[in-house]
């Protein structure tokens, strides 16, 4: 059942972070890591997954992820080109500077909020991803410098979500996080066939009755709701790249076409072609 990984991260000699691009679509890495971790990932649509955090993104996500906090990697099972950045920091990468340094307070400040998982949208997405794009092409020290700048963008914006407010649900999902890694990549891998409720609680040494009350502990939603909401997440993202309505309700396990659009439009609060409308109509 062990289906998460602690991810260990090696630093080159003389510096405290790491700076790559990693590229696993076709890798099912549910994992966590004690290192702060800020993740860019440009896409047509992928799913953002980050504790007990599930949704889409579209066209860009810029996430600050804090220690230990479980996540799959951004560019799983993508279908499109993709292009991604991912910076990863030692927990004291500047030694005690951001926690005694009055100019460091709102960074300080951040990192504690990463704990839960941020997303950040709109102008400060942009401008903080302006500079993060620049970081290659510099020295360490340099990089050191703009990561803090960025850093600095992101601690003094509005322009941000937390992806897991429940504090009290999101410690209990963190002490179980291999079992739950477990649900999740059978629920990745069967979305689209038929995801039984039986099987999925055999699988974690659970009765079905006590794995439904499990389920519903750890995500809020029954395992039917979580299924569906996860194929229209995934829908969503079909739709974005150009697929009709048709292929998508079977690409993503639904064989009623009416019953797709009827959830589709509960969940999203349009129906499929009404979304797929306005989507390219932004273009």
Known sequence: MDKIQLEKINFEPGKSFKLFS????????????????????????????????ISGYTQHDLVLIGSNLPHLNFDYRLRSEYHQIVVQLKEDFMGTAIGITP??????????????????YGDTRTTAVRKLKLLPGMDSFQQLMGLMEIFNILAGSKEF??????????????????????????????????????????????????????????????????????????????????????????????????????LFNKIVGKNPSDFKRNWFAKD
């Open 22 to 53: 990693p590229r696993l679509r076709n890798t099912f890495l549910w994992h966590y890591h004690p290192e702060y971790e800020l993740v860019y990932v440009e896409a047509d649509a992928g799913i953002r997954h980050v504790g007990s955090h």
């Open 103 to 120: 100019e460091f307070s709102t960074i300080g400040q951040l990192f504690k909020k990463a704990a839960n998982g941020i997303a950040f």
């Open 161 to 262: 979500t937390i992806l897991n407010n429940d504090e009290p649900n999101l410690q209990f999902f963190l002490k179980d996080k291999i079992r739950m890694g477990a649900i999740y990549e059978y629920i990745g891998s069967n979305y689209n066939l038929k995801p039984d409720v039986n099987v999925v609680a055999a699988k974690v040494n659970f009765t079905t009755a006590a794995f439904c009350r499990y389920f519903k502990k750890q995500t809020k939603m029954t395992f039917t709701d979580f299924v569906n909401q996860y194929r229209v997440d995934v829908a969503k993202n079909l739709l974005m790249q150009d697929k009709n309505v048709t292929e998508t309700c079977y690409a993503v396990g639904f064989e009623s076409l009416s019953y797709f659009n009827k």
